[in-house]
């Protein structure tokens, strides 16, 4: 029977038809459709409806490099409220920043409303979290 669940939950996830769930556990992450590109957290979240509108009235980005000399870069291009838009690379286009933020809207956790979220583009990866998301947004340990 675990063999069957197991298979149905695989088909589920190669044909697109999975959501993001949580994971019980609060520090780990949670899976959605596309594990591939997209991985949902659960510690520095911000406020879903503060992400929301920050992806339907983007102000202008701000490309100032937020990390320290000799780290990887990270730029903030949008903040709204509590959420903020956090990128590896200044050469996104607004429009990939925006398609990016809609996407990480798939990791809304229901039972709180907060989201925090990384998905990997074209031209970098996108991270969605709350101000202080920039240190570890694109680390695996989060």
Known sequence: MHFLLELSLAMIIL???ASSRPIPNENMRFWSADVRTTQCFTQRAAIASDCQALV??????DWTNLAPSGAPPVFRPFCSGSCCVFT????????????????LMGCVEPANGLLNGVTKTESGSVCMADTSGANSCFHSSQ
């Open 56 to 61: 339907a009235n983007p102000p202008v980005p």
């Open 15 to 17: 044909t697109g038809h």
């Open 88 to 103: 590896d690379s200044s050469e996104m286009a607004v429009e990939d920043l925006i398609s990016a933020g809609n996407t």
